[in-house]
Structures are given as structure tokens and as C-alpha cells.
T-cell receptor
Framework: GAGVSQSPSNKVTEKGKDVELRCDPI?????LYWYRQRLGQGLEFLIY????????KSGLPSDRFSAERTGESVSTLTIQRTQQEDSAVYLC??????????FGEGSRLTVL | AQSVTQLDSQVPVFEEAPVELRCNYS??????LFWYVQYPNQGLQLLLK??????LVKGINGFEAEFNKSQTSFHLRKPSVHISDTAEYFC????????????FGKGTKLTVNP
């Protein structure tokens, strides 16, 4: 597609439920990043994929968070047993050149 | 590990005034530096980047930034701002080689008043 597409754009869930967020990167982009943006805060790095290399998972806050990516295509971020502190906008960015990322509009997650 | 500090969380200015948004970074190795902008209710977009070469880089919408290695800074400037520049601005750093993790600062909210 023309840009990075994220779905759902909004998700409201109950505490304890699992959620899955999806990111469709720009075709041909080898790098894919997930960030979390809490209200009034900066971007918190979660995970980074580059082609078929092992992902950099150093930013995942707990073992409730996981992410997958098949080759250079779609990525899914899964949060298990959601907590209220997981409420945030989850941003996905893809890119080809170092640090030059194109971002989606994010998935806003609200945990009640 | 690299880190980024944006010293001002909010910067209010009047239209047509100059503005400088400050960014300092910390890294033990050489870095690439970036500024991203997030307009209200929109996604982030790249404003400008420093990879190598000239330390003064120009970006979109009349913004420019200067890389100062000795002061580990990458401040963003515009000589005359418009109402439409109201947005949140994020500085980001990535090391050259090694991990390709892109680390962002906490952002500076620029509000341009008439």
C-alpha cells in the first residue's frame, strides 16, 4: 500500500483480555519497529525487526508482550492479560534507510 | 546505550518569531540523528536527518538543525514560525553500526500563537 497501515485504529478491552494489533508496512521496507506512546509521553521502543534477522526485543516491558513478523510483511503485536497501564497508542513504523521511518496512525488501546 | 534528552516539554511562541527546540544525546559511539514531527491527530513524519557530512541539515517546512559533536546536541531551528507549525517535535538517535534501535526523546510541544 501507499503507507503504513495499522489496525484496529481503536480498541477498548477489559482488563485480563488478550489483544492483537496489526501492522502492514510499506512494501519493500525491510525494517519494522513497534513503539508505545502513553498519554503525554514520548515514544517508548518495544521491538525491532530487520528482514530475516533475529528481532531486537529489548524494549518489550514484560513477557505479556510479544510480536511476530513473517519475512518482510505484516507484523502483529500481542498483549496477553492486559492491564490498565497497557493503555496507550501503539505505533508501527517501517523503513528502508537507517532511521528513516514511515509511521502508521497508530492503534489506540484502552484497557478498562 | 544511547539516550535523548529534549530539555523543553512545551515551547509557546508568537507567529513569525524564531524558535529553537533543544535536543541533546548520549552515546559512546557515532550516531545518526533525526527530528520527527507529529501534527495534531496525525502520525509521525520525518522532518530532517543527519547521517554524515555537513553538520547543518535542512528539512521540510523551513526547519534546519545543526549537529554539534562536542556538545552532543542537535537543536532544531526555524527563523519564522507559522500557526501551522503547531505540533509535537521528537528528536531521535540511532547508533552507526551495531543495534539499529531508534531511540526517541520525550518530545517538545510547540504552540504557535497569533
Amino acid at each position: 500500500g501507499a503507507g503504513v497501515s495499522q489496525s484496529p485504529s481503536n480498541k477498548v478491552t477489559e482488563k485480563g483480555k488478550d489483544v492483537e494489533l496489526r501492522c502492514d508496512p510499506i512494501s519493500g521496507h525491510t525494517a519494522l519497529y513497534w513503539y508505545r506512546q502513553r498519554l503525554g509521553q514520548g515514544l517508548e521502543f518495544l521491538i525491532y525487526f530487520q528482514g530475516n534477522s533475529a528481532p531486537d526485543k529489548s524494549g518489550l516491558p514484560s513477557d505479556r508482550f510479544s510480536a511476530e513478523r513473517t519475512g518482510e510483511s505484516v507484523s502483529t503485536l500481542t498483549i496477553q492479560r492486559t492491564q490498565q497501564e497497557d493503555s496507550a497508542v501503539y505505533l508501527c513504523g517501517s523503513g528502508g534507510a537507517p532511521g528513516e521511518l514511515f509511521f502508521g496512525e497508530g492503534s489506540r488501546l484502552t484497557v478498562l | 546505550a544511547q539516550s535523548v534528552t529534549q530539555l523543553d516539554s512545551q515551547v509557546p511562541v508568537f507567529e513569525e518569531a524564531p524558535v529553537e527546540l533543544r535536543c541533546n544525546y548520549s552515546s559512546s559511539v557515532s550516531v545518526y540523528l533525526f527530528w520527527y514531527v507529529q501534527y495534531p491527530n496525525q502520525g509521525l513524519q520525518l522532518l530532517l536527518k543527519y547521517l554524515s557530512g555537513s553538520t547543518l541539515v535542512k528539512g521540510i517546512n523551513g526547519f534546519e538543525a545543526e549537529f554539534n559533536k562536542s556538545q552532543t546536541s542537535f537543536h532544531l531551528r526555524k527563523p519564522s514560525v507559522h500557526i501551522s507549525d503547531t505540533a509535537e517535535y521528537f528528536c531521535a538517535v540511532r547508533t552507526q553500526g551495531g543495534s539499529e534501535k531508534l531511540v526517541f526523546g520525550k518530545g517538545t510541544k510547540l504552540t504557535v500563537n497569533p
